[in-house]
């Protein structure tokens, strides 16, 4: 499979590296400072992939997108903040009979994770003498906070109980590359769920399964309806 890399940032290049591992070529690798605007995705620069990779920044990613949807290219974005313009990607993707994979996470362990959360909430649903709240840690670097990550988490549980509020606490610190934690504090007590993530090769190896999924399926879709088969 040829793969169009739309970033240059760590991520990028993580996909980058494996990819040869699993038998596919990079076709193009699009940076940042050559791409205002989405400038640099044209026909000819695109021509001949197979599926397009996208790691870049929520004030790039729209754009982005719009322009690789019009070429008819399958693409898998990680890039996060952008949500309040999803509506308008997913229908630009099904007005065109595109194929959009989109992911706040790569973590095969995340989304498992989140069904854990899912029953820890169902277990003390009702129980108010223990409060509730989500925590966050990433690298100094990354942009958005709170966390995709944890925005999808929060969304999930308050669906599960909305009468609590699910705050959100983030640190941007360090070389973290990403802690998650639900916890309920009672009076003498402390239940804690977590999920670490130890190296950014989970999120590459990741990426690229939904990239070799992606192609033959059209529409817009969640890196946990690839692997679950989930309505969400």
């Known amino acids: ?56 920044r929520p004030d790039a990613v729209v754009k982005n997108l ?44 995340v989304h498992l994770f989140f069904q854990a959360a899912s029953e820890l909430v169902r277990a003390f649903r009702g129980r108010l003498d223990f409060t509730s709240f989500i925590a966050e840690e990433h690298h100094k670097t990354k942009l958005d906070a709170p966390s995709g990550t944890a925005l999808v988490l929060q969304r999930r549980l308050q669906a599960e109980e909305p009468a609590r509020k699910f705050p959100i606490s983030s640190i941007r610190s360090g070389e973290a590359l990403g802690t998650h934690s639900l916890t309920y504090q009672g009076q003498h007590e402390t239940v804690t769920l977590s999920h670490r993530t130890l190296d950014r090769q989970v999120f590459a190896a990741g990426a690229l399964s939904a990239a070799e999924w992606l192609p033959g399926h059209l529409g817009v879709f969640t890196f946990e309806q690839m692997l679950f088969g989930a309505s969400t």
């Open 1 to 56: 499979m040829r793969i169009a890399i739309i970033g240059n940032g760590r991520m990028a290049k993580a996909v980058a590296a494996l990819a040869p591992e699993r038998g596919h070529s990079i076709h193009t690798v699009v940076g940042r400072d050559e791409n205002a605007a989405g400038q640099a995705l044209s026909p000819e620069r695109l021509s001949g992939a197979d599926v397009a990779i996208e790691f870049t």
């Open 66 to 109: 719009e322009r690789l949807i019009e070429l008819g290219i399958p693409t898998v974005t990680g890039t996060t903040g952008w949500e309040r313009e999803l509506p308008l990607v997913t229908g630009l993707v099904l007005q065109r009979g595109g194929a959009l994979l989109h992911a706040a996470n790569f973590s095969v362990g």
